[in-house]
């Protein structure tokens, strides 16, 4: 069982980067897939970036490719969301969430989540 522990969130101005880190003992050897997803007070969650363990092959939310880059190193445990050109519409709390089946991957679906970081871009 993995226990995502999201980290590296706070405020930045419109423009700015963040790295959020994802700490998830062992997910490299117990997971087929990680997630970001992010959510903001009455909407719906929306999922952000997702990365295939073994193959490395990540995809991207259309509202952020080309400005965020999910990478993971997996003899730290941890995995990575690079964020480049930050918006206000990004403004959100960012949840890691990881998955062992590949079925359920397949359909964005995800088992085990953290508790969130919040990333608060300013105009």
């Known amino acids: 069982q993995v226990q995502p522990v999201e980290s590296g969130g706070g405020s930045v101005q419109a423009g700015g980067s963040l790295r959020l880190s994802c700490a998830a003992s062992?997910?490299?050897?117990?997971?087929?897939?990680m997630g970001w997803f992010r959510q903001v007070p009455g909407k719906e969650r929306e999922g952000v970036a997702q990365l295939y363990v073994n193959s490395g092959n990540t995809y991207y939310a259309d509202s952020v490719k080309g400005r965020f880059t999910f990478s993971q190193d997996s003899a730290k445990n941890t995995l990575y969301l690079e964020m480049n050109s930050l918006k206000p519409e990004d403004t959100a709390m960012y949840y890691c969430?990881?998955?062992?089946?590949?079925?359920?991957?397949?359909?964005?679906?995800?088992?085990?989540w953290g508790q969130g970081t919040q990333v608060t871009v300013s105009s």
């Open positions: 969430a990881a998955e062992a089946a590949p079925f359920r991957c397949n359909k964005h679906q995800y088992t085990y």
């Open positions: 062992g997910y490299s050897d117990s997971t087929y897939c």
